[in-house]
C-alpha cells in the first residue's frame, strides 16, 4: 500500500508564489516516477510536471514559472509555483508510480490540495 500526502496549498495573489509538497510513503522498493497534475472547475485533469530519472517536463503554461524537483532520499516532490496568475487556480494532484517490495508496480495518486490565485 503506497499513500501520497500533499501539502502546501491555498490562497494567493496574483504574482505571488506558493510550494507544494507530496510525500510518499508505504512498502516501496523504487519510485520510478512522480509529477503533478492540476484539476479546474469544469475541466479535464491535465500534467503540470513530472520528474524521472531521465530529467523534468512542464506543461507549456507553466514553463518558466512552476519547476519540480524531487527528494530520492525521502520519496517526495515538490513544485515551486511562481509568477501565479488566476488560472492557475485548480486542485492539484501528486501521482507517482513504481515498484513495491514485494515486487508488483503501483501507481497512486494524492487527495489533492486545492490552490486558488485571486486579489
Known amino acids: 500500500q503506497v499513500q501520497l500526502v500533499e501539502s502546501g496549498g491555498g490562497l494567493v495573489q496574483p504574482g505571488g508564489s506558493l510550494r507544494l509538497s507530496c510525500a510518499a510513503s508505504?512498502?516501496?522498493?523504487?519510485?520510478?516516477?512522480m509529477a503533478w497534475y492540476r484539476q479546474a472547475p469544469g475541466m479535464q485533469r491535465e500534467l503540470v510536471a513530472a520528474i524521472t530519472t531521465s530529467g523534468t517536463n512542464h506543461a507549456d503554461s507553466v514553463k518558466g514559472r512552476f519547476s519540480i524537483s524531487r527528494d530520492n532520499a525521502k520519496n517526495t516532490t515538490s513544485l515551486q509555483m511562481n509568477s501565479l496568475k488566476p488560472e492557475d487556480t485548480a486542485v492539484y494532484y501528486c501521482?507517482?508510480?513504481?515498484?513495491?517490495?514485494?515486487?508488483?508496480?503501483?501507481?497512486?495518486w494524492g487527495q489533492g490540495t486545492q490552490v486558488t490565485v485571486s486579489s
Open positions: 501521482w507517482s508510480n513504481g515498484r513495491l517490495l514485494r515486487g508488483t508496480l503501483y501507481d497512486r
Open positions: 508505504g512498502s516501496i522498493l523504487r519510485i520510478n516516477a
